[in-house]
Every structure is written in C-alpha cells, then in structure tokens.
C-alpha cells in the first residue's frame, strides 16, 4: 500500500500573533509541524505498519518546511517531497489543493492521502476536500477510526458534531484525520538519525506539470481582532451557599442564562 | 571549533523535551511526595530510545553519541531529578557495563529488554555499607568459585533501581590476595535466591528513584555470568564510572535550567515596592549569575560528552564537568528558593523539590571530594 501524506509548517500554537503592515507576524517563534498533521502521520504509519507498504511526506513550503518533513520522517516516513517554489509564497487554498493535487498525480500509485483536519494557521480546513474533488477520488474528513481497510476499500468512523457517521468508500480515497484517531508517536533516536540525514528532493510548481495556479481568494487588508473588555469582579460571601447564591443572581443579571 | 547542536541532537532535544513535558514534568511533585518510581512512562521511554542511551543497534539500541545521551539526561533533568536519576543509572551503570564487557551471550540475554524498557531498568551494585569512596580497601562483598558457580555473599548500600531491575552487575572481591586485580563484576538475576533487597531508602531527595539496600547470602549464579574476565572488575567499574560522570554533570544541568526558569517566571510575575521582582538590581544580578554559571556547566558537560565520543581520554574533564555542574546546580537552586522566598521554601513550588534532587548529585556517583582527588591527581602530574 503506497500512503502520501501531506504535511505542513506552522507557527508554533504558543507564538504570539501580530499584524504588522497588514501582515501576520508571529515574531521569531519556532515553527513546527502543524499539530495536526502529526495525527495524519500517525494514522499513515498504523494503516502500513497493518497492511505493509509505504509512506511518503509531501509539503507545499520554503526551507522552513524542510522542519515538518524532517519530523515527518523522523515519526517513520520512508521518504518525502518539498515542493519549494516562491511563485506560490500567500497562495490561496485552492491554489495549494492545485498543486498537492498536481504532485500526488506525480508520485503516482498512492492508494490513501492523508490529512490533518485543518492547519492551525489558517483554519480553512478546506485542503482535503478539494484535492480530492480535483483528484476524482472520494474524500472521508473527520475521520476518528479506521475501523477497516482492505487493498480496495477502507471503513471510517467521522467524528462530527452530531455524533458518528461510518462511511465506507472505495480506494484510492483522501482521508482527513481528528484528534480522536489517537496520541501521535514521538520520534525516536533512530528515527531522528535517519531523518536527520535523509536528501529531501523539491520540486517547483512546474516539476509537477501544471501551470502555475492564481489565487481567486486576495486579502486586500488583514488586522487584529479588536481587543475585547475583560473586568474581574471576586463574589465574596461567608459560606458557599451564599457566594452561589449571589453569583447566580449576576450571572441572571448579566443575562448570560 | 563549532559550539552548535547538529541537527540530529537539535531534533533529538525537541522530541525529548515534548516528551519530558508532557509525561514526567505535570508528575514529578506527585511521585515526589509518593516517593515512587514512574514505572508507567518506561515503555515509554524505550519507544523513543531513552533506555537504549548507550546500547549498540544490534541489541535494540540506539547506537547514540555521548553528546545526545547527554542532551537526554539533560532534558530528564529538567523534568523530574529523580526519573532522571534512575534512567541516568539504568543507561550509564545498568546497561553501559554490559555493552563494554559483555559477553555475545551476555548482551543477548538482557540487552533487549532492557532497552525496550520491558524487564525493568538497570542496575549497577559497588557501594556497601563500609564502601563507597574507597572501594579497593573497603569492599567485602566476596564471591567465590565453587565448581561451576559463583557463591556471593555480603551486602551493598545505596543501590540506585535495585527493586526495578532484571539483573544486577554486582562488584564483588573474587581475590582477596590480587589487590586492584582482585574483583569481578558478576551479574546476578533478580530472582536468584539468597538475594534480599531492602525497602526503599527515605531519602531527601530524588524520591521518584528507588533506591535500596542488598544482601546476599549464599547466592548462587553461574560461573559463566562473570562480565569478561575475572579479576578485572575495579578497572571496569573505572571506565562505567568517567561516563557516569558525564551523565550526572548533565542531569544537574537540566535541574539548574528548571529552577532558573522557575525563579524568572515568578521574577517577572511578582511586584513589589511598586515594580516587578525582575526589575530589581538584586534579582537582576542573581540570574545573570545563575544563567553564566549554567552556561559554563554547559561548556564543561558537552566537553567532556564530545572527548569521550571522540575516543579521547576524557577521565579529567568528566570529574571537573561533574564538580563544576553538581555544585553549581545546588547554588543555582539556592539562588532560585531565594528569589521566590517563602514560597520557594513551600512544597506548593517546584524549586524547594529541585534543591532537594540536587543535593544528591554532588554525593551520588563519586562525591565532589572525589572529583577533587581524580583532577588534583591530574593536575598534579601534569
């Protein structure tokens, strides 16, 4: 079984975020793997780790991006692709789909993609599904569990806010994975070694045999949320009772109930 | 000269860190107080290859440089003293002898679980009750050749894991006429009858690592579970003890680097006369100290970590790297229990558990006046 997955690099979720000039800034905080990325990883590893085969890493980045397949690599990913081009440096989703899609048709052979749900930068969640539809193939998102998976289907249990949903579809499918699915593996010595000296080939946007997609989405302005008024008020009283009893009457009060 | 991390050791410090964060930091005061081992996380560690520091790969080991098995018990360190303490002597004193002497037959037997975690961790047995410092005059615990047997009896004190461990490398005397060519490490397993060991030590601190008392009487092993040749035992237990070293000065570091960061957490969180603890000359100047003082143990540990993976000698470096790091911990400790006042004197902060695990590790594995004596010796003879 050939698994891609596709990872991305991300400002670490503890960096403070700022505009500047109308760009997002997250100072010099380190950038990591988006978190999760790190579950699709995993849940690439246990499918070939059951049914045998092979998982390669697949980024859309600069240099910096080198870090998430490193990390990538380093959980136990055979290998890994970078495709580098500064064409596509604030490149909308669908421009990004474009091309993942465009490199997973280059690879060749996959029979499973995975994602993470979304990116913590960006939020839009939106990647999976459109490289699927410009893949052909079906797209399982939310995916918690893969409750089975044979060399031509695959059985998911989708975590969704109404509860589960177990969908089967056909392989070759695109999966997007939740937190559910179960605690990502760190890196070991050995694997870090071995990630540490891997050769990681970038392609441009070119190599992957497409024109160089435009963006339909534009930020014409981007600044920070207005900061919201937070006053603290401490309820006091001689027992419990009468501190809850006070409180329940101010939070009536505030209409928050 | 080049004074940075490779990449490999930089991701190999994250992994570590994220790992130490999330499964020992949030429990160290718990396990303090229980003074219990966390045997949950082993498994654990033997995944990431924490068990594995100085096992070659044929054995399930990681085949690791001195400089990352230190970056390791670094990260430990800053975690918990006393998971650190405990994987520190599993790597350094339960596993290093029998990657170094072992037999094929000998590694084969305990190396793999030992590395993965799955038998329990390390140990490594010199110390008795009349012998520590001066193992060569004081050491009683005797082990003699009945047939094709080794018969041990005596006893051994202050033995770090000994309740964890599927074997333990004993030190014994298997000449009383030879001198320094008198002694034999031999391993005995756990199970073998004749072989109490005591209650866990009450200790001050590293309480989260077991440690205990031993007595053998009558035990009986096979001949063949001597570690390569009889008779060479002192010089072995020597060479495990220069990397030991190591692994002790980098584990105050990682104690040193935990306090310091507390004290400048609380530094910047609590005001008084009017401005915060961390625009005051006098907590100012007390981090700058601690901050050089750790950077120097740093210099020192990675030092000697690099000498040794070089295959140079390194047995002058790791005692000032030890000397210098465990006593600067205990003052880096001091200084942060300072800053933070009474509340670094209350269990309710980590810093007053940080001083206690600290206080150890100028005694544990060659007291400070044994450095002194190993480098005065150097120094001397130029």
């Not at chain 1, 048709?105 to 979304?118: P, R, S, Y």
């Not at chain 2, 499964?23 to 594995?52: C, N, Q, S, V």
């Not at chain 2, 440690?211 to 495990?240: C, D, K, S, W």
């Amino acid at each position: 079984m050939k698994i891609i997955v596709c990872v991305k690099q991300v400002p670490d979720s503890a960096a403070a975020m700022s505009v500047e000039d109308g760009k997002i800034s997250w100072g010099d905080a380190p950038l990591v793997i988006n978190p999760w990325d790190e579950y699709a990883v995993e849940a690439a590893l246990r499918l070939t780790e059951a049914q045998g085969g092979d998982v390669i890493a697949l980024s859309l980045g600069d240099e910096n991006a080198k870090e998430a397949i490193k990390h990538a690599l380093a959980m136990g990913c055979s290998e890994a692709i970078l495709v580098n081009d500064p064409a596509m440096a604030g490149a909308d989703t669908q421009a990004v789909a474009r091309v993942l899609a465009a490199a997973i048709q280059k690879i060749g052979g996959a029979d499973i993609v995975v994602f993470g749900k979304q990116a913590i930068d960006s939020d839009v969640g939106a990647t999976p599904s459109m490289v699927a539809r410009l893949l052909g193939w079906p797209a399982v998102t939310l995916v918690s569990e893969i409750v089975e998976c044979t060399q031509s289907e695959i059985k998911a249990s989708r975590a969704m806010e109404e509860g589960r949903q177990q969908v089967a579809a056909e392989l070759p499918v695109v999966l997007s994975i939740v937190k559910d699915y179960g605690e990502p593996r760190y890196p070991s010595f050995m694997g870090i070694r071995k990630a540490a000296r891997a050769s990681v080939p970038e392609w441009t946007v070119a190599d992957t045999g497409i024109d160089l997609p435009s963006a339909v989405v534009t930020w014409p302005n981007v600044m920070a949320p207005p900061e919201r008024e937070v006053t603290n008020e401490i309820i006091e009283g001689s027992n419990p009772e009468e501190i809850a009893a006070k409180l329940a009457d101010k939070i009536m009060e505030e209409k928050v109930l | 000269m080049d004074f940075e991390l490779n990449q490999e050791q930089r991701m190999w410090q994250n992994t570590v860190h994220d790992f130490c964060d999330q499964h020992i930091r949030p429990y160290a005061a718990e396990f303090d107080e229980k003074a219990e081992p966390m045997k949950m996380t082993f498994r654990k560690m033997g995944a990431l290859g924490l068990l594995a520091l100085n096992i070659p790969e044929e054995f399930g080991g990681a085949g690791m440089d001195a400089v990352s098995a230190a970056i390791a018990i670094d990260e430990l360190g800053y975690a918990d003293g006393g998971t650190a303490l405990s994987i520190a002597a599993h790597n350094g004193l339960g596993c290093a002898p029998i990657s170094m002497f072992g037999s094929q037959m000998q590694k084969e037997e305990w190396l793999p679980g030992l590395s993965s975690g799955e038998s329990g961790l390390g140990a490594l047995a010199l110390t008795e009750p009349g012998a520590g410092s001066d193992l060569v005059r004081g050491l009683s615990t005797r082990a003699e050749l009945d047939g094709d047997s080794w018969v041990i009896n005596g006893s051994k004190a202050w033995i770090t894991n000994a309740s964890l461990a599927p074997v333990i490398i004993t030190l014994c005397r298997t000449d009383p006429e030879a001198g320094t060519a008198g002694f034999s490490l031999i391993l005995v397993p756990s199970g073998t009858p004749g072989l109490h060991i005591h209650p866990s030590e009450k200790k001050m601190g590293v309480r989260s690592s077991p440690t205990h008392a031993l007595t053998f009487e009558n035990v009986r092993v096979p001949a063949a579970n001597v570690l390569g040749e009889a008779g060479q035992g002192l010089y072995q237990t020597l060479q495990i003890l220069d990397g030991g070293r190591i692994s002790i000065g980098a584990l105050s570091l990682g104690i040193a680097r935990a306090a310091l960061d507390e004290a400048i957490r609380y530094a910047k969180e609590r005001e008084l006369f009017g401005k915060q603890l961390a625009d005051l000359q006098a907590t100012r100047f007390k981090l700058a100290d601690c901050q050089v003082e750790i950077d120097a143990a740093q210099l020192l540990v990675y030092r000697a970590a690099w000498l040794k993976e070089e295959g140079k000698p390194f047995t002058r470096e790791a005692a000032i790297a030890k000397l210098y790091a465990t006593e600067m911990a205990e003052r880096v400790c001091r200084e942060a229990i300072q800053i933070l006042g009474s509340y670094g004197y209350s269990r309710e902060y980590p810093v007053e558990r940080m001083y206690r695990d600290a206080r150890l590790m100028t005694i544990g594995e060659g007291t400070s006046e044994v450095q002194r004596m190993v480098i005065a010796k150097r120094v001397i003879s130029g």
